[in-house]
């Protein structure tokens, strides 16, 4: 049955069925990382890891993947207010650059203070494991510092920034965004095209650039074109049903990770490997789609726990490697299912407190930072992070 409700409202007039979405991609991210701590155990077992990772279950802990989503969705809604007439680029800047690092600061400040307090000893995980190649061992102030500036190409103290190094360069390139976007008008298509080559090539030549900043345009496209997307996808809906969105749900999935169900004869490394993995971003921004269009995705990505997860999935997002990193190095990666078992409950007791005590702090004070520096001071102009 059509529904009468334009999908992808909300009460706030944000994009409920978002907010949905970023909750459920730090989950995945989450669980991704769950895995590689499991890695150095699964494999010892034939076809354990194979059958987790060359299976649709990769959809539950496609990590990389489900941060080529917040890279759309930051295109999305961090150019969805740049769009409109009157934005205030003077409130922009300092507000957005303040919602990112304060969070960022904090969140090694606390990685920093959990390596004090369980110091990460030779031989307590497995030896060149993901835990102990990408986690540091130590937390030296030159370090902390490093990777508070958001510079670098890899993080030790907190694995994940790597991605809020992009979301800091795209914030800052967001009006070459803009502008890019507004000369495309109608021609969405080629640009979507073009897009996707820069993407594919981008992994061939493993130029990162050439992989996410495409991404976060695939976000700017949907922004721009929000209100003709929300037609269509009505249209669309009511003479052909629900169904059109789940075929576009699960062919967007399959995309996401074909690069993963591809492994048996595209094995990782190989130029075939490589196209494929380049099309995930495509997989990321047909999600995207299906959670503005879809009535019935709306409705289940603004229930409570989609929506609450969304709520926290920054801090989240941001302190869940530091908890199991910490718990991982206190147990031993060799009962990886008891440090799961105390890292998850952990992670997210610890999520709930930095939201409360950091993130929202930071907020506010990214609000009060913008209204001063805004041409128009009564103007709330802060987008919402991603």
Known sequence: MHSSRVPGTARSGRIASLDGVRGIAAVVVLLYHHTLVARPALEQIPGAWEW????PLKLVTAGTEAVLVFFVL?????????????????????????????????????????????????????????????????APLSLLLGEATLLPETYT??????????????????????VATRAVGRHVGLAVFVSGGAMVLGRVLELDAL???PTFFL??????????????????HERYGGWVWAALAVSSSAV??????????????????????????????????VAIVSPLAERLLDSPLPRWLG?????????????LATVAYLIGDGRWWLVSAVALPATF???????AAVEKPAHALARRVGARAASQPDRSLVPTAG
């Open 349 to 355: 007791a610890v999520s709930v407190a930095f939201h």
């Open 157 to 178: 103290l907190n694995n994940v920034l790597w991605s809020l190094r992009w979301e800091v360069l795209f914030s800052l390139l967001l009006p070459v965004f803009i």
């Open 74 to 138: 930051s295109g999305l809604v961090v150019a969805l207010p740049a769009l409109r007439n009157g934005f205030d680029w003077l409130a922009y800047y300092p507000s957005r650059l303040v919602r990112l690092y304060l969070p960022v600061v904090a969140s090694l400040l606390l990685a920093a203070a959990f390596i004090l307090l369980v110091p990460h000893a030779d031989g307590q995980v497995t030896a060149d494991s993901w835990l102990e190649k990408r986690n540091a061992d130590e």
């Open 256 to 289: 996401l990770i074909t690069s993963w169900l591809a492994r048996p004869i595209a094995p990782a490394g190989s130029q075939v490997s490589a196209v494929l993995w380049g099309l995930a971003g495509f997989g990321a921004a047909g999600l995207i789609v």
């Open 52 to 55: 987790l990772t060359q299976s």
């Open 311 to 323: 709520k926290v999935s920054f801090s989240l997002y941001l302190v869940h490697i530091p908890v």
């Open 211 to 213: 992989v996410y900043l």
């Open 219 to 236: 976000g700017t496209l949907i922004a721009a074109n929000l209100d003709r997307l929300r037609a269509w996808g009505a249209s669309v």
